[in-house]
Every structure is written in C-alpha cells, then in structure tokens.
T-cell receptor
Framework: DAMVIQNPRYQVTQFGKPVTLSCSQT?????MYWYQQKSSQAPKLLFH???????NEADTPDNFQSRRPNTSFCFLDIRSPGLGDAAMYLC?????????????FGSGTQLSVL | QKEVEQDPGPLSVPEGAIVSLNCTYS??????FMWYRQYSRKGPELLMY????GNKEDGRFTAQVDKSSKYISLFIRDSQPSDSATYLC??????????FGKGTRLHILP
C-alpha cells in the first residue's frame, strides 16, 4: 500500500557520473518535493513542483535538476555527483501547498558516491 | 541562533517508561507544529500535527505546544521497543516552508 515510492532504495555511483533517482505517487497529489538528508541532519529542501510549476530553493546547487513528466512521477537528476552529495534523498508529496497540508514521504534513496 | 533546536540524543529509556522529547524555536511567527518519526534508512512519517498552543493526544502520543515559551514537546506513554527511532520536530514558517529539527535518536530498552 505504499503511496510514495522511491527507486532504487540504494544507489551507488562514481564521482562525476550522472545519476537519476525516481519517485512515484499513487495519491494524485499536486505537490512533489525533493529533500536531501545527510546523516544526523535535518532534511533540506532542494526544490518542489506544484503541478508543472518548478520551484527551486535559492541555495540548491545547479548540479541538481528535476523533471516531472506527469502527476505521478518526479525525477531527481544529479549531473556530476561529488563526494559531498552522498546522502539520503527523500521524495514527499502534499495535496496542495502548505501550510494546511500534510507531507507524505517515501522511504528514500540512499546515494553513495565512490 | 538556529531557528529550531533539538537535542540529538541518543536518549535511552526502559520499556514502559514515559518519553519526553522537546524542541525550541526562535521565530514567534511559526504557527504549525509537527512531529515526525523516522526509522533507520526510511523516510519520515508524520505522527502529530498541531496548530495552536495546548495539548493534542493520539493514542500513546501527546503533542504539547507552548507558544509563549517557543517550546514544543512530544510525550510517548508506555514506550515500546518499536518506538526506537529518530524523532524530528518541524514547524512551518511564514513563507510556508517546513523547518525541520535535526532529530532526537530514541532507544527503548527491552
């Protein structure tokens, strides 16, 4: 009954080799978010989509890109991963914009960079 | 001063004890307060969502908000080993963005 599904659960890539993480949702929510969470740190918002409208956080590096081809799917592309990009990447959804909405998270993709 | 402060722990308590988890925040404009539970290598799961000052209870969990002190708490009664996880407080700022704490690691000892 998973509602926000992230694939793969674990991803290993090489320094500088592009990688794509995927997220799908069965909730039909309008908003999809990508967070980066490093060990023992708070989740950090990278960007979000409201429908097809893309909203980038000011401090998100250009190395991170995203695509949302339809309501159900959203992708995170890391163009040239560095060692500092090793982290858990979390996808989340909400029906509409905050604040009167709840976030639903996927199980995350743990990215390792060798 | 950080916007949201949370003791990282770890906090170890015996099974059956009452657990108290806390966060302080600096921005008096925060209006919405949440607690998330995160098991190791999993995504956060929403436990409690409150708007105003006071208490909100859901089963063994009670969320408490004191806006005058800028202090929120989560109490877990009759703690179980399955409650062992990291607990993240979170609040929504005036720009409608969620600000998370770093989380407190909780261990319930059988």
């Amino acid at each position: 009954d998973a509602m926000v599904i992230q694939n793969p659960r674990y991803q290993v890539t090489q320094f500088g080799k592009p990688v794509t993480l995927s997220c799908s949702q069965t909730l039909n929510h309008n908003v999809m978010y990508w967070y980066q969470q490093k060990s023992s740190q708070a989740p950090k918002l990278l960007f979000h989509y409201y429908d097809k409208d893309f909203n980038n956080e000011a401090d998100t590096p250009d190395n991170f890109q995203s695509r949302r081809p339809n309501t159900s799917f959203c992708f995170l592309d890391i163009r040239s991963p560095g060692l500092g990009d090793a982290a858990m990447y979390l996808c989340a959804t909400s029906e509409k914009h905050l604040p009167n909405e709840k976030l639903f998270f996927g199980s995350g993709t743990q990215l390792s960079v060798l | 001063q950080k916007e949201v402060e949370q003791d990282p722990g770890p906090l170890s308590v015996p099974e059956g004890a009452i657990v108290s988890l806390n966060c302080t925040y600096s921005n008096s404009a925060f209006q919405y307060f949440m607690w998330y539970r995160q098991y190791s290598r999993k995504g956060p799961e929403l436990l409690m969502y409150t708007y105003s000052s006071g208490n909100k209870e859901d089963g063994r969990f009670t969320a408490q908000v004191d806006k005058s002190s800028k202090y929120i708490s989560l109490f877990i009664r009759d703690s179980q080993p399955s409650d062992s996880a990291t607990y993240l407080c979170a609040m929504i700022d005036p720009r409608d963005k969620i600000i998370f704490g770093k989380g407190t690691r909780l261990h319930i000892l059988p």
